[in-house]
């Protein structure tokens, strides 16, 4: 006998969400599901709403309309501390910590688990340490968070978030300023967390490589949805980034049994036609 086949349910739902400004439309009808367990990047050129609508699903922005939901649940239902359990946020930008210490940084990940005057238990540094470890920065512990590096930064609030326990990670543009080495450091991390993340990229190499499902917006709208070889297409290049490019097959596509797409750029082609290099 055949097993039915079980569609899992949605982590998050987004239901012909808009967004604006005054009288001007930043986000229009933006629908998309989120399985539990996925890892997706959001893609679009700049000032194509990717921060817009990543504000929208942490609960920064309020939408105009439409709907998101968390595991069935409109996020404006829940308490801002029930959403906080599940949905952690790394930004881009650090806004100073006030002289903290990497490690008091990292504890604020359990505030949402705390009441106002619970104390920090022997089992609560043991898991502080244990993510500040995950993330490499033990001997850092002590640092104040303002004079860490950018990409010791970013380490230190995934490390926040690995304490927090979310179900979902949303990260905005994480990586823009790391070098190579640690853009592809901490996407791994957050891959190797095992949660279900959200994250914008501004480089597709990288996001192709890492995602399991891609999200495009261009001016507001979803303009393509699937895995990086559905996606990341010359066509889609041209269209949504006005560039000229080759997509090919990453080299390691075999041996990780998955289409990786490898994007070639080429130079001094205007309007990014993909006939153009022909
Ligand atoms: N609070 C606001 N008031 C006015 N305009 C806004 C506001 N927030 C966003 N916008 C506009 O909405 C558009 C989308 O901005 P958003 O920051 O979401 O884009 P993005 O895709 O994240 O861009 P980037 O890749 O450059 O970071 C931009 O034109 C921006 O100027």
């Given at each position: 006998?055949?097993?039915?086949?079980?569609?899992?349910?949605?982590?998050?739902?987004?239901?012909?969400?808009?967004?604006?400004?005054?009288?001007?439309?930043?986000?229009?009808?933006?629908?998309?599901?989120?399985?539990?367990?996925?890892?997706?990047?959001l893609l679009g050129p700049n000032g194509a709403g990717k921060?817009?609508?990543?504000?929208?699903?942490?609960?920064?922005?309020?939408?105009?309309?439409?709907?998101?939901?968390?595991?069935?649940?409109?996020?404006?239902?829940?308490?801002?501390?029930?959403?906080?359990?599940?949905?952690?946020?790394?930004?881009?930008?650090?806004?100073?910590?006030?002289?903290?210490?990497?490690?008091?940084?990292?504890?604020?990940?359990?505030?949402?688990?705390?009441?106002?005057?619970?104390?920090?238990?022997?089992?609560?540094?043991?898991?502080?340490?244990?993510?500040?470890?995950?993330?490499?920065?033990?001997?850092?512990?002590?640092?104040?968070?303002?004079?860490?590096?950018?990409?010791?930064?970013?380490?230190?609030?995934?490390?926040?978030?690995?304490?927090?326990?979310?179900?979902?990670?949303?990260?905005?543009?994480?990586?823009?300023?790391?070098?190579?080495?640690?853009?592809?450091?901490?996407?791994?991390?957050?891959?190797?967390?095992?949660?279900?993340?959200?994250?914008?990229?501004h480089?597709l190499?990288?996001a192709?490589?890492?995602?399991?499902?891609l999200l495009v917006i261009k001016q507001g709208k979803l303009v393509a949805t699937?895995?990086?070889?559905?996606v990341i297409t010359e066509k889609m290049l041209s269209d949504v980034f006005g560039v000229c490019a080759?997509?090919?097959?990453?080299?390691?596509?075999?041996?990780?049994?998955?289409?990786?797409?490898?994007i070639?750029?080429?130079?001094?082609?205007?309007g990014g036609?993909a006939?153009?290099?022909?």
């Amino acid at each position: 006998m055949q097993s039915p086949v079980v569609t899992q349910p949605p982590l998050l739902k987004v239901t012909e969400l808009c967004w604006s400004v005054g009288n001007t439309t930043i986000l229009q009808n933006i629908a998309f599901a989120i399985k539990p367990g996925q890892f997706v990047g959001l893609l679009g050129p700049n000032g194509a709403g990717k921060s817009s609508l990543l504000r929208c699903l942490y609960r920064y922005s309020r939408p105009g309309s439409g709907e998101v939901t968390f595991a069935g649940q409109n996020i404006w239902q829940l308490s801002a501390d029930e959403y906080a359990k599940q949905v952690s946020v790394v930004l881009q930008e650090t806004p100073s910590q006030f002289n903290l210490s990497l490690y008091d940084v990292v504890s604020l990940g359990l505030t949402p688990h705390k009441s106002l005057f619970s104390s920090t238990t022997k089992a609560d540094k043991q898991i502080i340490l244990q993510a500040i470890e995950q993330v490499g920065l033990s001997h850092h512990c002590k640092q104040s968070f303002d004079s860490l590096s950018g990409g010791e930064k970013q380490r230190a609030l995934i490390a926040r978030s690995i304490v927090q326990g979310p179900k979902l990670l949303i990260m905005d543009e994480p990586t823009s300023h790391l070098d190579i080495k640690y853009q592809i450091q901490l996407m791994e991390l957050a891959k190797s967390l095992n949660v279900t993340v959200l994250a914008s990229f501004h480089d597709l190499n990288l996001a192709a490589s890492m995602c399991d499902e891609l999200l495009v917006i261009k001016q507001g709208k979803l303009v393509a949805t699937g895995t990086p070889e559905q996606v990341i297409t010359e066509k889609m290049l041209s269209d949504v980034f006005g560039v000229c490019a080759e997509v090919s097959a990453h080299p390691q596509s075999e041996q990780l049994k998955k289409v990786i797409p490898r994007i070639t750029y080429f130079y001094g082609y205007q309007g990014g036609s993909a006939n153009a290099k022909k």
